[in-house]
C-alpha cells in the first residue's frame, strides 16, 4: 500500500492554498520508449514540479479503457492502463509525490463509463434476458447490472436536455442492438449514463472511492456531475436528488478518510455552481467554468467589466470551500456559459480558423489564444494567481507550448510535453511515428525553441517567471483566504482589487489595455501605508488621504503589499519566533511531513534575521535543506544543517546552519544568554525550544574534536571531513571543554577555547580554495611567520563532482 499522503499535522483546508498542475500521465515523459508516457516517466520528472512551486498534481484519467474520449470513458476502475505502467507503479508515484510533499488528485468519472464497461455488458444482456421475458441460462448474476445504465424503449423521454457535442451526437439517446432498447448518454454514444436511482449504483462508486483513496490518493475530480439524475420537464441538469447524492458520498468519504477533497466539475452559471458546495458537505471545491472565458474578453475588450460582472454574481460560499480557477485546461476554452452574442465575439476575435473551433468552444492553448504575446500571458497568469480561488496550470503552460487543431477533436491540446530540443523534444526515445500524437512543430512553437531546458538556462524566461510568480503567491495568504473588494477607478482599462487576510492586504492592478493608462485608486483609509512591490520589494511613495494616481504601461500589473505606517513597522521589526506543532524531535522536524515548515516557515524566519546572513536586500524566493549531518552518533545530538537559499534577483547561495533541541534548564539557559539564537519554540511542550547549536558548549567541542581526530561523518549524499595539520601536537587533542561564542557576528560565528583555541564556523559556503584557509596553513607550516595565529585543522564539504567547501577553520591563538 503507498503511504498516507501525511500526518495529523496537515491542515484539513489544504486545498486552498494548494497550486494545481494538471496533467495526463501519457503527454508527460516516456520511461520505456513505447511513444507514451507513464507513470515510471511522471516519477523521474517530480522534482521539476517541485521546483515549479506547484504543490498538488491532477492526473487525467488512468484506467483500462478504450480511449474513444482521451479516458474518460472507462473500461474498469479498479486497475490501471497497462500502456502506462502497472497498479504498483502508480502507488510508487504516490509515494514518490508524497516524499515531496506534492498531492496527488485523480479523476472520478461518475455519471458515465465506456460502453466496454463489464458493468454496461452485463446491463445489456440483463436488459436482452429481461425483455425476452426470461431470464436465460448464463446470464447468471448479470441481472443485478440490469437498472446500473438508464434504458428506455423509447428516445422521447427528456426532451428538455440539451445536447452537450453538438458536432458528434444528435440525440442523447442511442440504439443498443443487443439489448434492443435505447439508452441515455449526455456526452458520445459510446458513453452510457449510470443510473443513479439505483442504490446499487451507489454502493458502486463508494467501492470505487474506497480502492483509490485507501492507496493514498489525496482527492478525486468528480467529472459532469450536474448530470447524474434525470425527471422528465428538466433540463436534467442540477437536480435536487443530484446534491442529496453527493452529500452522501462527501459523508462517505469523510467518515473513512479525512483531510480529502472532492473536487466538483459544473459547467455551470455561478449560481448553480455554487449550490455544489451545499452548505459545506457536498464538494470541497467547484470550478468557476464562467470566469475563465471573460478573463480573455476583458483583455481583448480592454475593459474590466466582464471580470466584474460575472464575480459580483458569484455568491458567497460556505468558510470550509474554494472555487478553482483555470485559464486552459484539457478540453475547449468553452463559451457554454456565456451569451450567443459573447460567444460570437469570442469566436471571432480567438478563433477566425473553423478549425480552430469545436462543441462550444475553442481548441487552443494559451499561448496561441493569446498570440504569443508574453506581456498579456503574464497578465492573465497574473490575474489567475491573485483571484479568489485555487489556481490550476494545465502542462506546458508555464513554457508557452503550442498546439496542432489540427489532430482532430481537443487532441490539439495534448501533444507531448516538451523537455528539450533533442528528438520528440525529449519526450521520449521511440521512432517519432510511434509518438502517441505528433510533437509540435509549428515554426513560432517548435520544440527545440519552445523547451523547458532551453528555459532552464535563461533567468527571463517565461518558466522562470512562473515559478517567481508562484513563489510569491505562496508568500501571501491573502490570495488563497482572503476577502475580495474591487476599487472602482474612472479607468475602466484598469482593473483594481484588495485581498485581504488577517494583518495581510495585497493591492492588484492590471492594465486590460495595450497601451499605457494611469488610474486613481480609492485607498484613502490606508493613509499612511507605503505600498511594497511583491516581486522587486521596492517601496512605492506612502499613501494619503488623497487618491493614490498609479500609471502602468501596456499590458502592465502590480501586486502591492501594503506596509504598515512607520511607527508600526518601527514596532514591528522585533523578530517574532514562530512555533513548531510537532514533537520535539529532529528526526521528525527534518522528515518528509515536517520539513515543508521549516523549509518554508521557520528558518527563512531565523536566516533573514541573523547578523551573519548578508544578503538582506535580495528578493528571497525559498529555502531548501539539502544535507543533515549528525556530528555525534547521540540522537539528542545537534545536526549540522547545508541549506540553499534561492533568491528572485541573484544566484543561490548555501548557508551552514547547526541545529539542536533543548528543554528545560538548557532551554532556559540559552533563553537567557542568547535568545536571538532560539530558531522556534515547540508547541505543548514544556517549553523545549530549537536553537542555533554554536550555542552549545557540547557541540563546540565535537566540532573541534572532529577537526583534530581527523574524522569522517558521513551523510545522505555528501561528507565531512576533518583535516588536521602535520605539525599537530600532543597537547592539540584536547579541548578544555570551555568555550565561549564570540558576541559579534559578521559573515560566519567564532568560537574561542580556554585552552587557547579559535575555531570560525563559515555561515556562507563557497566551492573551492579558501584563501583565508589556504594562507594560514601555508604560512604555518612551510614558514616560521609568528604574527598570525597557527593553522591546527579544518573542517571540509565533500560532495560529489564539486570541490571541497571548508565549513570550519581551527587556529591556535
Known amino acids: 500500500m503507498a503511504q498516507e499522503p501525511n500526518d495529523t499535522s496537515i491542515d484539513p483546508l489544504w486545498y486552498k492554498d494548494a497550486i494545481i498542475y494538471e496533467l495526463h500521465v501519457k503527454t508527460f515523459y516516456d520511461s520505456d520508449g513505447n511513444g507514451m508516457g507513464d507513470f515510471r516517466g511522471l516519477i523521474e520528472k517530480l522534482d521539476y514540479l517541485q521546483d515549479l512551486g506547484v504543490t498538488a498534481i491532477w492526473l487525467l484519467p488512468f484506467y483500462p479503457s478504450p480511449l474513444r474520449d482521451d479516458g474518460y470513458d472507462i473500461a474498469d476502475y479498479f486497475d490501471v492502463n497497462p500502456t502506462f505502467g502497472s497498479l504498483n507503479d502508480f502507488r510508487a508515484l504516490l509515494d514518490a509525490a508524497h516524499e515531496r510533499n506534492l498531492r496527488v488528485i485523480t479523476e472520478l468519472v461518475i455519471n458515465h463509463t465506456s460502453d466496454q464497461n463489464p458493468w454496461f455488458q452485463k446491463s445489456r444482456r440483463a436488459a436482452a434476458a429481461a425483455a425476452a421475458g426470461a431470464i436465460e441460462p448464463g446470464y447468471g448474476g448479470d441481472i443485478a447490472y440490469k437498472d446500473f445504465y438508464v434504458w428506455s424503449n423509447t428516445p422521447e423521454k427528456y426532451k428538455d436536455a440539451r445536447i452537450?457535442?453538438?458536432?458528434?451526437?444528435?440525440?442523447?439517446w442511442a440504439w443498443d442492438p443487443v439489448a434492443k432498447a435505447y439508452y441515455w448518454h449526455r456526452f458520445y454514444s459510446h458513453q452510457p449514463d449510470l443510473n443513479f436511482e439505483n442504490p446499487a449504483v451507489h454502493d458502486?462508486?463508494?467501492?470505487?472511492?474506497d480502492f483509490w483513496l485507501s492507496m493514498g490518493v489525496d482527492g478525486l475530480r468528480l467529472d459532469a456531475v450536474p448530470y447524474l439524475y434525470e425527471r422528465e420537464d428538466s433540463n436534467c441538469e442540477n437536480l435536487p436528488e443530484t446534491h442529496e447524492y453527493l452529500r452522501k458520498l462527501r459523508a462517505h468519504v469523510d467518515a473513512k478518510f479525512p483531510n480529502r477533497v472532492l473536487l466538483a466539475e459544473a459547467n455551470q452559471w455561478p449560481e448553480d455552481a455554487a449550490a455544489y458546495f451545499g452548505k459545506g458537505d457536498e464538494s470541497q471545491m467547484s470550478f468557476h467554468f464562467p470566469l475563465m472565458p471573460r478573463m480573455f474578453m476583458a483583455l481583448q475588450m480592454e475593459d474590466r467589466f466582464p471580470i466584474i460582472d460575472i464575480l459580483e454574481q458569484t455568491p458567497s460560499i460556505p468558510e470550509n470551500c474554494q472555487w478553482a480557477m483555470f485559464l486552459r485546461n484539457?478540453?475547449?476554452?468553452?463559451?457554454?456559459?456565456?451569451?450567443?452574442?459573447?460567444?460570437?465575439?469570442?469566436?471571432?476575435?480567438?478563433?477566425?480558423?473553423?478549425?480552430?473551433?469545436?462543441?462550444?468552444?475553442?481548441?487552443?492553448?494559451?499561448?496561441?489564444?493569446?498570440?504569443?504575446s508574453r506581456r498579456k500571458i503574464e497578465l492573465l497568469n497574473t490575474l489567475l494567481f491573485s483571484m479568489p480561488g485555487t489556481p490550476i496550470v494545465y502542462y506546458g503552460d508555464e513554457i508557452g507550448m503550442g498546439d496542432n487543431f489540427y489532430l482532430g477533436d481537443r487532441n490539439g491540446c495534448r501533444t507531448p510535453m516538451q523537455w528539450s530540443p533533442d528528438r520528440n523534444a525529449g519526450f521520449s526515445r521511440a521512432n517519432p511515428q510511434q509518438l502517441y500524437l505528433p510533437v509540435t512543430i509549428d515554426p513560432e512553437y517548435h520544440y527545440e525553441a519552445v523547451n523547458v531546458e532551453n528555459q532552464q538556462k535563461n533567468l527571463s524566461s517565461l518558466l522562470w517567471w512562473t515559478r517567481r510568480v508562484i513563489a510569491m503567491r505562496k508568500n501571501f495568504k491573502a490570495f488563497s483566504r482572503g476577502s475580495l473588494e474591487f476599487l472602482n477607478p474612472d479607468n475602466a482599462k484598469v482593473l483594481a482589487f484588495l485581498r485581504r487576510w488577517e494583518n495581510e492586504t495585497i493591492v492588484v492592478v492590471a492594465n486590460l489595455s495595450r497601451f499605457a493608462q494611469s488610474a486613481e485608486l480609492d485607498l484613502s483609509r490606508f493613509a499612511g501605508y507605503v505600498p511594497m512591490e511583491v516581486f522587486s520589494r521596492n517601496l512605492f511613495r506612502p499613501i494619503r488621504k488623497s487618491r493614490y494616481v498609479i500609471t502602468l504601461g501596456p499590458h502592465a500589473y502590480y501586486w502591492f503589499a501594503l506596509q504598515a505606517p512607520t511607527d508600526a513597522r518601527r514596532a514591528s521589526k522585533k523578530r517574532v519566533v514562530p512555533t513548531i506543532k510537532?514533537?520535539?524531535?529532529?528526526?521528525?522536524?527534518?522528515?518528509?511531513?515536517?520539513?515543508?515548515?521549516?523549509?518554508?516557515?521557520?528558518?527563512?524566519?531565523?536566516v533573514r534575521n541573523s547578523r551573519w546572513f548578508g544578503s538582506k536586500a535580495r528578493t528571497f524566493r525559498d529555502l531548501k535543506v539539502i544535507e543533515q549531518l549528525a556530528i555525534s552518533p547521540d540522537r539528542d545530538g545537534a545536526r549540522l544543517l547545508f541549506v540553499e537559499v534561492n533568491y528572485l534577483d541573484a544566484p543561490t547561495e548555501t548557508y551552514a546552519i547547526p541545529v539542536k533541541i533543548a528543554s528545560g534548564e538548557a532551554a532556559r539557559s540559552v533563553s537567557q544568554s542568547a535568545s536571538h539564537a532560539i530558531i522556534a519554540h515547540f508547541a505543548d511542550t514544556g517549553g523545549a525550544i530549537l536553537f542555533d547549536a554554536i550555542w552549545d558548549t557540547t557541540f563546540r567541542s565535537q566540532l573541534f574534536e572532529a577537526i583534530v581526530q581527523r574524522q569522517a561523518i558521513k551523510g545522505q549524499v555528501t561528507d565531512l571531513v576533518g583535516l588536521a595539520s602535520d605539525k599537530l601536537e600532543p597537547d592539540h587533542l584536547l579541548a578544555s571543554g570551555k568555550s565561549q561564542v564570540f558576541?559579534?557576528?559578521?559573515?560566519?560565528?567564532s568560537m574561542l577555547f580556554d585552552n587557547g583555541f579559535f575555531l570560525k564556523l563559515y555561515r556562507k559556503l563557497e566551492d573551492g580554495v579558501n584563501p583565508d584557509v589556504e594562507l594560514n596553513r601555508f604560512l604555518t607550516e612551510h614558514t616560521q611567520f609568528p604574527n598570525v595565529p597557527a593553522f591546527v585543522g579544518a573542517l571540509e564539504y565533500r560532495r560529489t563532482k564539486a570541490e571541497p567547501t571548508v565549513v570550519c577553520l581551527l587556529q591556535r591563538a
Open 330 to 372: 484539457h478540453d475547449e476554452l468553452t463559451l457554454e456559459m456565456v451569451t450567443d452574442e459573447e460567444r460570437d465575439y469570442m469566436y471571432r476575435v480567438y478563433a477566425t480558423d473553423p478549425h480552430a473551433r469545436i462543441n462550444l468552444g475553442i481548441r487552443r492553448r494559451l499561448a496561441p489564444l493569446l498570440a504569443n
Open 743 to 749: 558576541g559579534a557576528e559578521q559573515s560566519n560565528s
Open 582 to 606: 510537532a514533537p520535539a524531535d529532529l528526526d521528525i522536524l527534518l522528515g518528509n511531513s515536517q520539513r515543508e515548515q521549516l523549509e518554508r516557515e521557520i528558518l527563512p524566519n531565523y
Open 164 to 172: 452537450i457535442f453538438k458536432d458528434f451526437e444528435t440525440s442523447n
Open 204 to 209: 458502486a462508486v463508494e467501492k470505487v472511492c
